[in-house]
Nanobody, 126 residues
Framework: QVQPVESGGGSVQTGGSLRLSCAVS????????MAWFRQAPGKEREGVAV???????DYAASVKGRFTISRDNAKNTLLLQMDSLKPEDTAMYYC????????????????????WGQGTQVTVSS
């Protein structure tokens, strides 16, 4: 059973930082794309950042320059460093694993990601 497990969420003030982690077991992690998504109350889920097996990354325009996605293949762990946080970053953050982005051909945030974590809450107060 492949189950991503997120951690690292919490409450911070505007301008603060958080580091999210996603541990994935039972899975050939190093060969797969991984991504972070988020969903705020009353809003649709949105893609935050993606990293492919080669380490190439892409970010939502709203977080570019503030968030950094990375992966530690030795530990099967996906990371999201979030700096200069804003109240609009408040959301449940989800880790997603395994989408064949090359075959998909569309945007990474619309791809059919196979595995999802339960989420970790991030709250940014003004």
């Amino acid at each position: 059973q492949v189950q991503p497990v997120e951690s690292g969420g919490g409450s911070v003030q505007t301008g603060g930082s958080l580091r999210l982690s996603c541990a994935v077991s039972g899975y050939t992690y190093s060969r797969s794309s991984m991504a972070w998504f988020r969903q705020a109350p009353g809003k649709e889920r949105e893609g935050v950042a993606v990293i492919d097996s080669a380490g190439s990354t892409d970010y939502a325009a709203s977080v570019k320059g503030r968030f950094t996605i990375s992966r530690d293949n030795a530990k099967n762990t996906l990371l999201l460093q979030m700096d200069s946080l804003k109240p609009e970053d408040t959301a449940m953050y989800y880790c997603a694993a395994d989408a064949d982005l090359a075959l998909w051909g569309g945007t990474w945030y619309d791809a059919p990601w196979r595995y999802w974590g339960q989420g970790t809450q991030v709250t940014v107060s003004s």
